[in-house]
């Protein structure tokens, strides 16, 4: 059997991880949150989780959806240093960050993440 494809889930603890689902089912997928799988003590400690997350994972499924969000592009920068595929969602009012943006394979603007989600589900799922 194949191992699990993961997926790590960048950004702020909000309503979009609560919606985040496949049709195909999650049989094939593990999602990693950093707020359930991170200490969350001192930042030492969940920086260090959250880059060992990111560094487990296929792919990094970022939402940039409130204004303090550097912990995010790090995470976002981390994993194309890995080379890994990031899927972005910019749901600030005002301009997109064009740096971040172009670390991203994908990068999809509002406050909607399904667009998102059905581009992870049809390009990198099994």
Known sequence: MAEPYRIYLAGSKSKW??????????????????FVHARQGAPYQFVNDDLALVESADLVFAVIDYPEHSGTIAEIAYAHALEK?????????????????????????????????KIVEERYLP
């Open 17 to 34: 991880r609560t919606g985040f689902s496949y049709r195909r089912g999650f049989d094939s997928v593990v999602l990693i949150d950093p």
């Open 85 to 117: 595929p990031i899927v972005l969602t910019w749901s600030l009012q005002g301009r997109l960050n064009m740096f971040t943006a172009s670390m991203a394979s994908f990068v999809f603007v509002g406050d909607d993440v399904r667009p998102a989600m």
